[in-house]
């Protein structure tokens, strides 16, 4: 699994500003302040679910998540499961 240890690894890895913009449905600046200001909250369950799921591994340092989300996501990430079980049911 490939790490994204900086917001710059992020951004290159969503396609740039204008791509992550546009998959996200904000603007090219807003995309820009996350170097300053950080990944918005809102913006980090779109974010985390691509990652798992294109098999990256985002820094909890860069969500800036409370202790217990940050443990089970090292969990999630730490396993290597990227998908649920096909036989899992909901």
């Known amino acids: 699994m490939e790490d994204l240890a900086t917001i710059d690894d992020i951004i290159r890895w969503l396609g740039g500003p204008r791509r992550a913009?546009?998959?996200?449905?904000?603007?090219d600046n807003a995309v820009i302040h996350w170097r300053h200001r950080g990944i918005p909250p809102a913006q980090h369950l779109r974010i985390v679910v691509r990652a798992l799921s294109e098999g990256k591994r985002i820094s909890n340092d860069l969500?800036?998540?409370?202790?217990?989300?940050?443990?089970?996501?090292?969990?999630?990430?730490?396993?290597?499961?990227q998908r649920p079980p096909s036989d899992a049911t909901a």
Request: hydrophobic share 40%; net charge negative.
């Open 21 to 27: 913009a546009e998959w996200l449905s904000c603007t």
């Open 63 to 81: 969500l800036e998540l409370p202790a217990p989300e940050a443990e089970a996501l090292r969990k999630i990430w730490g396993s290597g499961q």
